[in-house]
């Protein structure tokens, strides 16, 4: 590690204070209680982002809004996922979604909120990679619900847009400010990252790969792509020991 | 006007030529067809963008991604806000609504696939400005929204946010794109373009303003700030005539 490099709770810590701090806009009035009721969870995707960073010799402070942008759009996609008319689900994190908790039509204004708040939160960079990442992420994000609703049988496809994008772009981010030429390893374990989560939260809730394959079959499918994340993992020129303690912290997590 | 300048059916025609060739992300897969479906309609949005790009000196081809995602943001709120849980509105431009003809699901997945679209055509650029606009436009856009479902008495607040943010969107494109240091009077303009728009739309409709001051008072109101526009426009450095085309068009609309 380099000297100065962060505890993976260190960066916990601060992903936890910058969304404590976080003010939505002003102009969002009324719609800035819901807004933040939204956000919180693991926050797996901003560590992500400040753990790359950190390791890339990025200073994290500066990863801060990129990180924080993240996490809003994955929070504008649960809120949205939540509705009525998508998966309806009531509760989550448990506590009632938040359209249960304030009604459809805040809950529809919450999610596009979120989403522009990230876009703000992007554009706050001198660089517009960083809203060109989550641009892109969103796009594969929102395909990969379409294609889920569609109930194509590519489980593998669907995964690869919903959720590995996500994972993707937090990366993506502390490539672009740490001006990273070589990326595609980075975006290979990221993705795989994302793939291992997905397995694991399959496994956790007893669907998709886990109804399809049975619980072992899945698992199964996990330790591949976890051992893919190790193999990616060491092909990166840096310290990646937070990066591996978040891996196993998603490979081995229980909630 | 520079020897170059263009005419406004020009820009016209450029505007509905790119929106023509614009092609949504592969990866929105069957997503494309609504949100093809939800684009189009008067189109002034872009057309501000263009028209100030071109009486600022900025290529308008360099412009025409910026003035495709303002239109992109505009289509976005028109698909949430005619969704069952906002206004509920079955039919637009003489066609069914987009939830309508599609389905509540595919209708709010729509509106925010026209949203991530927009930010990443906003994202082309090299700087994050336009990316900036949008943001800022949108979030004002969806507190404005907000705002009005709360049925509040400040009606020139509402409009001030939910139409005029969207007017001074392309124009600050356009001022960053040329990189105008001196931005406040084009802004103003911008803006006051926009309340001319919904004042004139609220007495097209009989709703808002001239539901409250009724047609003559909402008449009298729109003729304010029509002068206002011809004022501002006056006090820009740069040949106005096709803006002020745009600015009697918006004011004497029918439809």
Redo the contacts between chains.
């Keep these: 590690m380099h000297p100065l490099m962060k505890q993976i709770e260190e960066l916990r810590a601060l992903v936890g204070v910058a969304l404590d701090d976080y003010e939505p806009?002003q102009?969002?009035?009324?719609?800035r209680a819901p807004l933040r009721y939204a956000v919180g969870g693991k926050l797996l995707r901003p560590l992500l982002c400040l753990a790359s960073s950190d390791a890339l010799g990025v200073d994290v402070a500066e990863a801060l809004n990129a990180a924080l942008a993240v996490e809003l759009v994955h929070s504008?996609s649960l809120v949205?996922d939540d509705?009525p008319?998508?998966d309806d689900d009531t509760e989550r994190r448990g506590k009632p979604t938040v359209h249960a908790e304030f009604?459809?039509?805040?809950a529809?204004?919450t999610?596009?909120?979120l989403?522009?708040?990230a876009?703000?939160l992007?554009?706050?960079?001198?660089?517009?990679?960083?809203?060109?990442e989550?641009?892109?992420a969103?796009?594969?994000m929102?395909?990969?619900?379409?294609?889920d609703?569609?109930g194509l049988p590519d489980r593998a496809a669907v995964h690869a847009?919903k959720t590995a994008a996500m994972f993707e772009a937090p990366v993506g981010c502390a490539l672009a400010l740490a001006d990273v030429d070589e990326q595609d390893a980075w975006r290979a374990f990221a993705r795989e990252l994302g793939l291992l989560f997905q397995v694991v939260d399959d496994v956790l809730d007893g669907d998709g790969f886990a109804a399809e394959l049975g619980e072992e079959g899945a698992r199964r499918l996990a330790d591949g792509h976890a051992a893919r994340v190790d193999a990616l993992l060491a092909e990166l020129d840096v310290d990646t020991t937070v990066l591996r303690e978040l891996a196993d912290t998603i490979a081995t997590r229980t909630a």
């Design positions: 806009a102009e969002l009035g009324t719609l504008f949205h509705l008319a998508l009604g459809e039509r805040t529809i204004l999610g596009d909120a989403l522009a708040e876009f703000r992007a554009a706050t960079y001198d660089t517009p990679a960083i809203a060109r989550l641009a892109t969103t796009v594969r929102i395909g990969g619900q379409q294609l609703f569609e847009l």
